[in-house]
């Protein structure tokens, strides 16, 4: 079902207004829902819901040797996976450009705000090292998949136990109690533009009738910081509303983040 | 580099980019060409199009579709890059395309396609930037119809320090903390248009506060105005 010009029409009237279609306010999200352990075979993984927005991740880890330029240290690989069964837009087959754009900015988020003291992952240097592979999902699209995946990535990597080892080999189906080493976790967050409004957490309507969207992961240490910092879409945008938007950015993620315990 | 005074591991200064090299018109054969380099990082980009985009279906009526493909040569990195697009490329491939769709007045094309290649000879960082540089002025050179040139260059923080087009070294800086060696770059690539004054690009790795970014982009649009100079210069020899 394309949207109709009627639908991006009425839209962009509404928030002319100052109005949503769902009657939400400008930056206000829709419910979020978290479930833990969805899978029992998964090493850790969540579902998230927000409003009818469902994604699962989970992760599954492995021995593996360390890639030659990083010899201390664990790796991370992150895919994403935008499955037909989740919208009438997704198509079988390999990634395409959304959804290595989507395991990117995940990926980005969860590197470069150090969630994961890789090094503490690394058993013998050069050697043998965890591999974390953390996949995602998309179970049903309503817009504002980027934002859900890295949330569920987030929290599936927070509830993920190490399995047990056995002579150098993984025992699987039996993990350990030990946790990932972990630091503070980045929340990821997109704020999209439509006509001259900037909104957060777009339903899939809206979602289509952005011209422009930024989306930045942030972590809330005494101050905070941008870790991962993207601007998508056909538009370009001036440097004062970049920044303006950053700062609502910074401020309702706050209360994302407040979520994550 | 965790004193203001200091220099760069190459000697430059905060605000000065690597040596710049530009020339239109490198590959013939193409509709329109270019070669832009920020030191070791040689981007070339050749553009096929506007040309008749076939199957039929995929054509809009009312303009031009504009395709951006980014990739490096096999050779152009330390460890050797297998051939062919890897999610990296993808990734760049359609931020590239971004960067520039701002500024190609595609409605003068309807139904058509405009084809841009871009290939990195050689990598040293702000590989992305040369490739958007080298992209702009190859559609310019093709004659394709744009409302202003697009500029990219890196900025970021090194260390403590705001510096313009980071390199190899640079990217990967490390300081000791707590016993281990911790990244301490961030790299953010960054395309402006210098006459609407816009930002089409922003891809941010890294760690950074909101006033040290400001502070990044600040010193990128002063030297993507630099770089539109140039760009300009080389064009007019065209002409």
Known sequence: MEILNITKDKIRELLEKGRRIDARTLYEFRDIVIEENVSSKAEGSARVRIGDTEVIAGTKLELVEPFADTPDEGILVVNAELHPLASEKFELGPPDVEAIKLARIVDRAIRESNFIDLKKLCIERGKLAWGIFLDIYAINDDGNLIDASAFAAVIALKNTKIPEVENGKVKFGVLSQKKLPLNEPPITITAYKIADSFILDPCSEEQEASTLKITVSITYGKEPAIHGLIKDGEEPIETEKLFEILEILIREGKKIHSKIK | ?239
């Open chain 2, 1 to 239: 580099m965790s004193d203001k005074k200091e220099k760069r591991p190459d000697g430059r200064e905060f605000d000065e980019t690597r040596k710049i090299e530009a020339k239109v018109g490198v590959i013939k054969r193409a509709d329109g060409s270019a070669y832009f380099a920020f030191g070791n990082s040689k981007a070339i980009a050749a553009v096929y199009g506007p040309r008749q985009l076939y199957p039929q279906h995929l054509q809009n009526p009312k303009k031009a579709i504009l395709r951006c493909f980014y990739d490096m040569f096999s050779f152009s990195v330390a460890e050797r890059k297998k051939p062919g697009p890897s999610r990296r490329s993808i990734e760049i491939s359609d931020e590239i395309k971004r960067a520039l769709y701002p500024v190609v007045l595609l409605e003068n094309f309807p139904n058509t396609v405009i084809d841009v290649y871009v290939e990195i000879i050689e990598a040293d960082a702000s590989t992305r930037c040369a490739a958007i540089n080298a992209a702009s002025m190859a559609l310019a050179s093709a004659g394709v119809l744009m409302s202003e040139l697009v500029t990219a260059v890196s900025v970021g923080k090194v260390g403590n320090a705001i510096v313009v087009d980071l390199s190899q070294e640079e990217e990967q800086y490390k300081i000791k903390k707590d016993g281990k060696e911790i990244k301490a770059t961030t790299d953010i690539a960054l395309a402006f248009l210098p006459r609407s004054k816009k930002i089409s690009l922003l891809h941010l790795d890294g760690s950074i506060k909101l006033s040290e970014l400001r502070e990044a982009i600040e010193l990128g649009k002063k030297i993507c105005t630099k770089i539109e100079a140039i760009q300009r210069q080389v064009l007019k020899k065209l002409e």
